[in-house]
Nanobody, 120 residues
Framework: QVQLVESGGGSVQTGGSLTLSCAAS????????MGWYRKIQGKERELVAV???????DYNEAVKDRFTVFRDNARDTVTLQMNNLKEEDTAVYYC??????????????WGQGTQVTVSA
């Protein structure tokens, strides 16, 4: 009933930029938290950036000075602007959204993942 559609992944050189976008679609009432996680090979999945229900933004300290997350609540989208990319940013990035489907149903949803590769 619900899906998160991601776009914007790719391959860039160190110092370059990429923009990731995610759009929620389907049957739901509203979105609470919405943001991005990543999975680096050999490491645990980790939070990259998220916009909380009340508008607060939380960032992974490793990207805090380089990435910017923002939402368009009218279109149910979240965007991650990634600047000054480093090799250690190479990972599969996943959109995540905490959705209220019905008054009594709240669930987390995940995108399929998009590859970001950064090389020197």
């Amino acid at each position: 009933q619900v899906q998160l559609v991601e776009s914007g992944g790719g391959s860039v050189q160190t110092g370059g930029s990429l923009t990731l976008s995610c759009a929620a679609s389907g049957n739901f009432l509203t979105i609470n938290d919405m943001g991005w996680y990543r999975k680096i090979q050999g490491k645990e999945r980790e939070l990259v950036a998220v916009v909380r229900t009340g508008g607060r933004k939380d960032y992974n300290e490793a990207v805090k000075d380089r990435f910017t997350v923002f939402r368009d609540n009218a279109r149910d989208t979240v965007t991650l602007q990634m600047n000054n990319l480093k090799e250690e940013d190479t990972a599969v990035y996943y959109c995540n959204a905490d959705l209220i489907i019905q008054l009594t149903m709240q669930r987390d949803y995940w995108g399929q993942g998009t590859q970001v590769t950064v090389s020197a």
